[in-house]
């Protein structure tokens, strides 16, 4: 019984999200084979990002699964190097091969569809661990209702951004220099400042309250951003039908 309890809070957030993009996604919806498809590739980005951090963990030194860090230089390392940037760089590689060859990538909305497919494939699957390893100590509801709100989310916001400049510049847009970094600037940038702030706030209790508040609001601003670029391609498409 707790087994199919920690699998349903740990995917109920997962499904919600899946559920919102696909409703925003009405007009022309894509294939469920192929967003099943981009979700799996999102679990299969997992190992990918792990093959990619591991190599970089042991040549630094640096452990993503410590639990204290001894200076905001030492977390926001680990926030950037063994998270950020393996696991957005994963991401978009499993959007690449999955997009390359799709015939159904046809409108400039479908990028963040499929972008955030393989974001939540992504977490879910992290989602899973994390509640499973709190099955033990009972800390898995708690780990759950937090990850629900917050870190799950954060993966849905991360993967807009990333299909938003993945289909303006497949598109033509936009393919500028700017554009082309931005596909994986944007992502990686955002997931290494909020991994950083939860990293840093454990260095020193003294500073917890101040992390927590500048959490909230960069946290605030990453979903009013997520939103503006959400909208904006929506709109696009929508323009492009008329």
């Known amino acids: 019984m707790i087994v199919f309890l920690v699998i349903l809070a740990a995917l109920a957030p997962v499904a919600w999200l899946l559920w919102t993009i696909y409703r925003k996604d ?3 919806p894509e294939p469920s084979k192929w967003l ?15 093959a990619i951090s591991m190599p970089v963990s042991e040549g630094l030194g640096l452990s993503i699964d410590s639990q204290s860090y001894s200076s905001p230089i030492e977390a926001i390392a680990d926030a950037f ?4 940037i393996p696991e957005e760089l994963a991401k978009f590689c499993m959007l690449w091969l999955l997009l390359r060859k799709n015939p159904f990538f046809d409108e400039h909305f479908d990028g963040i569809v499929y972008a955030v497919c393989i974001g939540l494939g992504f977490a879910a ?43 303006i ?30 990293f840093c706030a454990q260095v020193d ?7 927590l508040i500048l959490f909230i609001v960069f946290f605030t601003k990453l979903k009013k951003r997520a939103k503006k670029r959400l909208v904006e391609l929506m709109s696009q498409t929508q323009n492009n039908k008329d």
């Open 125 to 167: 699957f992290e989602n899973i661990c994390y509640l499973f390893g709190g099955i033990e100590d009972g800390s898995w509801l708690g780990v759950g209702i937090v990850r629900a709100l917050v870190s799950v989310p954060a993966h849905y916001f991360f993967a807009i951004l990333m299909g938003y400049y993945y289909s």
């Open 169 to 198: 510049y497949h598109f033509g847009i936009d393919r500028s220099v700017k554009t082309t970094v931005m596909i994986l600037f944007a992502p990686i940038l955002a997931h290494g400042i909020f991994d950083s702030l939860l």
């Open 26 to 28: 009405s007009a022309q």
């Open 205 to 211: 209790e003294s500073l917890g309250g101040l992390v």
């Open 81 to 84: 190097l063994l998270a950020a």
């Open 36 to 50: 099943v498809k981009a979700f799996v590739y999102g679990i299969g980005s997992v190992f990918l990002s792990l």
